[in-house]
């Protein structure tokens, strides 16, 4: 027989093991659990992987299909991957470069676009994403050669039109010397004509066919649209050049040209002719505004960020600021003899050499008239 502190101890023991057995029931169901769980989420894991393969064979077919290069650079800007596109463009050897190196030994030069620029005169596109500060950065290169072609096309096209639009006011514009000149001519030939008489009629003769020559001349210019050269142009000797050029219309009206400051070594690209027509168009244009004894400037200045201005001042009326944009339309004129074109064909070759033309004026103060060029590196010049 057992006493009563046995029989306590035992009912303990009895009460113990039964909730060892609650317990190890709980254990043994919170595994099942979480064996169901890791199987779970293993079946996802796989499930995971195999759409991350899937994702990542299309992305790398798409990587091989893309026109367009795609280039990966580390943190030290050397590239580290390249799909096939931008292999075909830079070269096997280009992995592990430096990106300035490679740019330098692929393309020749940028736009005002910051476009690159091959010796055979393809243009790519440059645009970059950044990783993660510590990972690099992503560029896209792309071919936009006939996209730049097809934008020439354009405008040449818009030009051409703007010129059959406005044949009407050409052919009045051509009529108008045309005729003074016949009249002149006709009047040498009658008998007893004083010398006098007849110098006089010589010189007005000249002066309409210079008109006449000065208006096919700019009708040329304009629809060719500025026949930018691969010429290295140093602009101190085209502003001199210019003197000499413009020296006739300088005495004829008894003005006055002044270069203001030259500026040595300064080198754009393009075509001489076409700027030198240009910077012609804005002096004669000066002095048929102030009429006689006009002061005209010459200034080159050059202006940050690899651009340089030529700039034609006067001391004329002014240009009031509602018509500043029109004056570089083709075909507008407020002087009964201007052709309309002498400025059209400024903006027209500026733009041709990737820069731009300008003025600036206030009624009563003179007027500026600029054109904007990208200069020509130093290294590249020589």
């Known amino acids: 027989m057992l006493n009563q502190v046995e029989k306590d101890r035992l009912q303990e023991l009895e009460q113990a ?23 779970h989420l293993q079946q996802q894991l796989a499930q995971s992987d195999s759409e991350k393969r899937r994702v990542a064979d299309r992305l790398e077919r798409l990587l091989t299909l893309l026109p367009a290069g795609v280039i990966v650079l580390n943190v030290h800007n050397q590239i580290i991957e390249m799909n096939p596109s931008a292999q075909s463009i830079l ?18 030069s940028t736009n005002d676009a910051q476009e690159l620029i091959t010796h055979n ?29 097809l934008q020439d096309h354009i405008n040449r096209h818009q030009r051409l039109r703007s010129m059959g ?11 108008t010397p045309l005729a003074a000149a016949l009249l002149y001519v006709s009047q040498l030939s009658t008998d007893g004509l004083a010398e006098d008489k007849r110098h006089k009629f010589v010189n007005k003769t000249l002066l309409s066919l210079k008109h006449l020559d000065g208006l096919v001349k700019d009708m040329l210019q304009y629809a060719k649209g500025g ?5 290295l142009i140093e602009l101190d000797g085209l502003v001199e050049g210019l003197q000499s050029a413009v020296e006739q219309q300088v005495l004829n009206s008894d003005s006055q040209l002044t270069i203001k400051n030259k500026a040595p070594g300064l080198v754009v690209k393009g075509d001489h002719d076409s700027l030198m027509t240009a910077l012609q168009n804005l002096v ?27 700039i034609v001042s006067d001391q004329g009326p002014g240009i009031d600021v509602a018509v500043q944009e029109k004056i570089f339309e083709p075909f507008y004129t407020s002087r009964a003899k201007g052709t309309g074109l002498g400025l059209a064909v400024v903006r027209t070759v500026a733009e041709a050499h990737g820069g731009e033309a300008w003025v600036r004026s206030k009624l009563g103060q003179g007027a500026q008239f600029g054109i904007r060029l990208p200069l020509i590196k130093e290294d590249v010049a020589k």
Request: hydrophobic share 45%.
């Open 17 to 39: 093991f039964a909730l060892f057995n609650q317990t190890s029931d709980q254990l043994t169901q919170a595994y099942e659990a979480l064996q169901n769980q890791v199987a």
């Open 91 to 108: 070269g096997d050897e280009a992995y592990g470069q430096a990106w300035s190196e490679v740019v330098r030994r692929v393309f020749l």
């Open 121 to 149: 005169k393809t243009i790519y596109q440059l645009s970059q994403v950044p990783l993660d500060t510590t990972l690099g950065k992503i560029l896209l290169i792309q071919d936009v050669t006939s996209a730049r072609q």
């Open 165 to 175: 639009e406005m044949a009407a006011s050409l052919a009045h514009q051509i009529r």
């Open 227 to 231: 026949s930018v050269g691969e010429a």
């Open 284 to 310: 004669v244009n000066a002095i048929d505004v102030v009429r006689m004894r006009a002061n005209i400037d010459i200034r080159i200045h050059e202006a940050a960020d690899g651009w340089v201005d030529l």
